[in-house]
């Protein structure tokens, strides 16, 4: 029987399963959501749950926490900066478990871990007249624009000598 046992082995030794967990761990905060097994996957959500509520603490010794655990500083920056205050009025279940289906060559079942806060950046509408612009610039060839531009910069150079030298003659009558 199993009483009082919690946690998953997972068919690895304790070093193994912890840095595995680590690394799935800092993956998760980096991305906000990663693809594994289901297994894997809920005992990911454990952590992640454990460790977005040290870090909702904000003080130095929950930092000093975080980062005894996950070994990176930019991910704990992160952690501390961009994820917790958005996570600020929930109490718990700070991950959501998608089930995705089997994977092809074993059969494991599958599911996409992802943080509550997670939102896909979503593309702006653009106008009409601006989708032409676009068109129009991929379709205008390159080499002529830059020859244009040259064109029109020695154009402004050629006016310049030109106004030079009518006013050196002027100033010389002058004197």
Do not use: C
Not at 12 to 31: C, D, G, K, P
Not at 124 to 137: H, I, P, R
């Amino acid at each position: 029987m199993r009483h009082r046992v919690a946690g998953r082995k997972l068919s690895r030794h304790t070093q193994h399963r912890e840095l595995m967990f680590r690394n799935m761990l800092v993956s998760l905060i980096q991305h906000e959501r990663i693809r594994t097994t289901l297994a894997k996957g809920k005992e990911l959500r454990i952590l992640a749950d454990k460790i977005i509520t040290l870090a909702k603490k904000n003080t130095l010794h929950a930092r000093r926490l975080a980062f005894a655990r996950l070994r990176n500083e930019t991910i704990v920056k992160k952690l501390f900066d961009e994820i917790t205050p958005k996570m600020k009025g929930r109490e718990g279940g700070y991950t959501r478990i998608y089930k995705m289906g089997w994977r092809q060559g074993d059969g494991a079942p599958l599911s996409l871990v992802e943080l509550i806060s997670y939102s896909p950046v979503e593309e702006k509408k653009k106008s009409t007249v601006d989708k032409a612009k676009e068109v129009l610039g991929k379709v205008t060839p390159k080499k002529k624009e830059k020859k244009a531009e040259e064109k029109g910069k020695e154009k402004k150079v050629k006016k310049e000598e030109k106004e030079k030298q009518k006013e050196k003659p002027s100033k010389e009558k002058k004197k």
